[in-house]
T-cell receptor, first 113, second 110 residues
Framework: EAGVAQSPRYKIIEKRQSVAFWCNPISGHATLYWYQQILGQGPKLLIQFQNNGVVDDSQLPKDRFSAERLKGVDSTLKIQPAKLEDSAVYLC???????????FGPGTRLTVL | KQEVTQIPAALSVPEGENLVLNCSFTDSAIYNLQWFRQDPGKGLTSLLLIQSSQREQTSGRLNASLDKSSGRSTLYIAASQPGDSATYLCAVLDDYKLSFGAGTTVTVRA
């Protein structure tokens, strides 16, 4: 069974530029998550989708971050404009349902200069 | 707000020694608890999931226990190997949200 796919794996941008990350979850998983992991810390949930609807975006900085999950399958996370403090690893995860075991992708390491 | 703590932050042991990793959480009304492994520059690999109604879960050399009433979980890794070197994170699910500890970085010396 294929795991969670993410691209790109690495991205370096200047501050105030925009960037987008892509995630394809495990087939059949209804719930998709985006996390931000800053070096030395555990991941922090940014947004949670159930099928193609947002069920939790309470920790998403909505003035600069946006996410969508069209057709309830793959998802994109966008940052516009980026700040230095956005440098982190962005992890995508999926699960069968909102209380199920979560499986993570390899992550995208973002560096903002 | 759920707070998850993992102590110690780092651990170094000789090969063959058993590992004991601790996790504590502040709100005992959890749905489940997951232990993950993270290798440098990689994503998280799920090791074990314990439902709130369970006391322990085992997979190979790994055993995780859960004491929900006291807000504690312990991950045991028997007969450690250099390949076990990684960061281990625990996470608790409550209110449909997974809250993570900062992890314990383990080094197994050959």
């Amino acid at each position: 069974e294929a795991g969670v796919a993410q691209s790109p794996r690495y991205k370096i941008i200047e501050k105030r530029q925009s960037v987008a990350f892509w995630c394809n979850p495990i087939s059949g998983h209804a719930t998709l998550y985006w996390y931000q992991q800053i070096l030395g810390q555990g991941p922090k949930l940014l947004i949670q989708f159930q099928n193609n609807g947002v069920v939790d975006d309470s920790q998403l900085p909505k003035d600069r971050f946006s996410a969508e999950r069209l057709k309830g399958v793959d998802s994109t996370l966008k940052i516009q404009p980026a700040k230095l403090e956005d440098s982190a690893v962005y992890l995508c995860a999926s699960s069968l349902g909102r209380t199920g075991e979560q499986f993570f992708g390899p992550g995208t390491r973002l560096t903002v200069l | 707000k759920q707070e998850v703590t993992q102590i110690p932050a780092a651990l170094s042991v000789p090969e063959g020694e058993n590992l004991v990793l601790n996790c504590s959480f502040t709100d005992s009304a959890i749905y489940n608890l997951q232990w993950f492994r993270q290798d440098p520059g990689k994503g998280l690999t799920s090791l074990l999931l314990i439902q709130s109604s369970q006391r322990e879960q085992t997979s190979g050399r790994l055993n995780a226990s859960l004491d929900k009433s006291s807000g504690r979980s312990t991950l045991y890794i028997a007969a450690s190997q250099p390949g076990d070197s990684a960061t281990y994170l625990c996470a608790v699910l409550d209110d449909y949200k997974l809250s993570f500890g900062a992890g314990t970085t383990v080094t197994v010396r050959a």
